[in-house]
Protein backbone atom coordinates (compact mmCIF):
# COMPACT_ATOMS: atom_id res chain seq x y z
CA UNK A 1 0.00 0.00 0.00
CA UNK A 2 1.04 3.43 -1.17
CA UNK A 3 1.21 6.35 1.54
CA UNK A 4 -0.45 8.46 -0.67
CA UNK A 5 -3.84 5.94 0.07
CA UNK A 6 -3.20 5.95 3.59
CA UNK A 7 -4.03 9.99 3.25
CA UNK A 8 -7.06 9.11 1.24
CA UNK A 9 -8.41 7.78 4.32
CA UNK A 10 -7.98 10.38 6.59
CA UNK A 11 -8.95 13.96 7.08
CA UNK A 12 -7.37 16.16 4.34
CA UNK A 13 -6.17 19.08 6.99
CA UNK A 14 -2.45 18.97 8.57
CA UNK A 15 -2.87 20.60 11.48
CA UNK A 16 0.26 23.37 12.59
CA UNK A 17 1.60 25.73 15.45
CA UNK A 18 3.40 28.30 15.53
CA UNK A 19 7.22 28.52 16.93
CA UNK A 20 5.48 31.10 19.30
CA UNK A 21 2.71 29.44 20.61
CA UNK A 22 2.88 27.87 24.16
CA UNK A 23 3.11 24.46 25.34
CA UNK A 24 -0.12 24.17 26.97
CA UNK A 25 -2.04 25.80 23.96
CA UNK A 26 -0.24 22.95 21.70
CA UNK A 27 -1.68 20.39 24.62
CA UNK A 28 -5.14 21.67 24.47
CA UNK A 29 -5.29 21.77 20.27
CA UNK A 30 -4.32 17.56 20.79
CA UNK A 31 -7.20 17.46 23.08
CA UNK A 32 -9.19 19.19 21.37
CA UNK A 33 -8.60 17.26 17.90
CA UNK A 34 -7.79 14.32 19.27
CA UNK A 35 -4.33 14.49 17.69
CA UNK A 36 -0.77 14.00 19.14
CA UNK A 37 1.27 15.82 16.53
CA UNK A 38 1.41 19.18 14.83
CA UNK A 39 3.83 20.68 12.39
CA UNK A 40 5.82 23.83 12.98
CA UNK A 41 5.27 26.56 10.72
CA UNK A 42 4.76 30.01 9.84
CA UNK A 43 2.91 29.22 6.31
CA UNK A 44 0.56 25.99 4.97
CA UNK A 45 2.77 23.47 3.61
CA UNK A 46 6.07 24.71 5.45
CA UNK A 47 7.73 22.71 8.00
CA UNK A 48 10.19 23.98 10.63
CA UNK A 49 9.68 21.72 12.41
CA UNK A 50 7.30 19.45 14.43
CA UNK A 51 5.83 18.42 18.11
CA UNK A 52 4.54 15.23 19.78
CA UNK A 53 2.96 14.51 22.66
CA UNK A 54 6.05 12.45 23.41
CA UNK A 55 7.81 15.66 23.06
CA UNK A 56 5.91 17.90 25.90
CA UNK A 57 6.11 14.65 28.15
CA UNK A 58 9.97 15.20 27.63
CA UNK A 59 9.84 18.64 28.29
CA UNK A 60 7.85 18.48 31.49
CA UNK A 61 10.41 16.27 32.59
CA UNK A 62 13.10 18.35 31.65
CA UNK A 63 12.05 21.73 32.83
CA UNK A 64 9.57 20.79 35.32
CA UNK A 65 6.73 23.67 35.96
CA UNK A 66 7.73 26.17 33.26
CA UNK A 67 7.35 23.69 30.41
CA UNK A 68 3.25 24.30 29.87
CA UNK A 69 4.48 28.17 29.66
CA UNK A 70 7.56 27.68 27.11
CA UNK A 71 7.33 28.23 23.48
CA UNK A 72 6.99 25.45 20.82
CA UNK A 73 10.53 27.01 19.24
CA UNK A 74 12.03 25.62 22.49
CA UNK A 75 11.12 22.42 22.58
CA UNK A 76 10.27 21.23 18.95
CA UNK A 77 11.37 18.81 17.30
CA UNK A 78 14.04 19.78 14.10
CA UNK A 79 15.14 16.61 13.09
CA UNK A 80 11.95 15.48 10.99
CA UNK A 81 11.45 11.86 10.22
CA UNK A 82 9.42 11.93 6.49
CA UNK A 83 8.38 9.65 3.53
CA UNK A 84 7.43 10.81 0.33
CA UNK A 85 3.61 10.20 -0.99
CA UNK A 86 5.20 7.18 -3.05
CA UNK A 87 6.73 5.28 -0.59
CA UNK A 88 5.07 2.13 0.62
CA UNK A 89 3.60 1.11 4.13
CA UNK A 90 6.69 -1.26 4.77
CA UNK A 91 9.31 1.77 4.31
CA UNK A 92 7.36 3.56 7.13
CA UNK A 93 6.92 1.15 9.17
CA UNK A 94 11.29 1.19 9.25
CA UNK A 95 11.31 4.74 9.61
CA UNK A 96 9.35 4.39 12.73
CA UNK A 97 10.85 1.48 14.46
CA UNK A 98 14.75 2.72 13.07
CA UNK A 99 14.03 6.20 14.14
CA UNK A 100 11.59 5.01 17.41
CA UNK A 101 8.80 7.63 15.85
CA UNK A 102 5.16 7.56 16.22
CA UNK A 103 4.43 9.95 13.40
CA UNK A 104 5.92 10.38 10.00
CA UNK A 105 5.90 13.36 7.68
CA UNK A 106 4.24 12.86 4.37
CA UNK A 107 6.19 15.08 1.64
CA UNK A 108 5.11 15.96 -1.86
CA UNK A 109 8.12 17.68 -3.19
CA UNK A 110 9.10 20.77 -0.51
CA UNK A 111 5.17 20.83 0.53
CA UNK A 112 4.12 18.44 3.75
CA UNK A 113 0.96 17.19 2.77
CA UNK A 114 -0.15 15.11 5.81
CA UNK A 115 1.21 12.70 8.96
CA UNK A 116 1.23 9.20 8.75
CA UNK A 117 1.13 7.90 12.75
CA UNK A 118 1.30 4.16 13.99
CA UNK A 119 -1.82 4.04 14.95
CA UNK A 120 -2.60 4.41 10.87
CA UNK A 121 -0.47 1.90 10.30
CA UNK A 122 -1.86 -0.75 12.48
CA UNK A 123 -5.69 0.07 10.72
CA UNK A 124 -4.04 -0.40 7.47
CA UNK A 125 -1.83 -3.81 8.45
CA UNK A 126 -5.02 -5.13 9.99
CA UNK A 127 -6.92 -4.39 6.90
CA UNK A 128 -5.00 -6.48 4.84
CA UNK A 129 -4.70 -9.29 7.08
CA UNK A 130 -8.24 -8.95 7.31
CA UNK A 131 -8.75 -9.57 3.71
CA UNK A 132 -6.10 -12.04 3.60
CA UNK A 133 -7.79 -13.76 5.65
CA UNK A 134 -11.56 -13.92 3.90
CA UNK A 135 -9.46 -14.56 0.60
CA UNK A 136 -8.06 -17.59 2.00
CA UNK A 137 -11.35 -18.90 3.77
CA UNK A 138 -13.19 -18.41 0.55
CA UNK A 139 -10.19 -20.11 -1.20
CA UNK A 140 -10.77 -23.25 0.69
CA UNK A 141 -14.28 -22.98 1.27
CA UNK A 142 -14.14 -22.99 -2.70
CA UNK A 143 -15.97 -20.07 -2.87
CA UNK A 144 -15.83 -18.39 -6.53
CA UNK A 145 -14.11 -15.05 -7.07
CA UNK A 146 -16.09 -11.95 -7.93
Known sequence: MLVRQILKT??????SVT?????VEVL?????????????????GECLGTLSERDCCYAVAEYGIEAPTMRVADI??????TCS??????????????RRTRHVLVMDGDASVGVVSIGDVVKHR???L?????ALSDYIAGTPYH
Not at 35 to 42: A, M, P
Not at 130 to 134: G, H, S
Open 10 to 15: KSPELI
Open 130 to 134: LRTEQ
Open 85 to 98: TQDLLPFVMSLMTD
Open 19 to 23: RDQTV
Open 28 to 44: RLFRDNNIGFVVVSRSP
Open 126 to 128: LDE
Open 76 to 81: MNRSVV
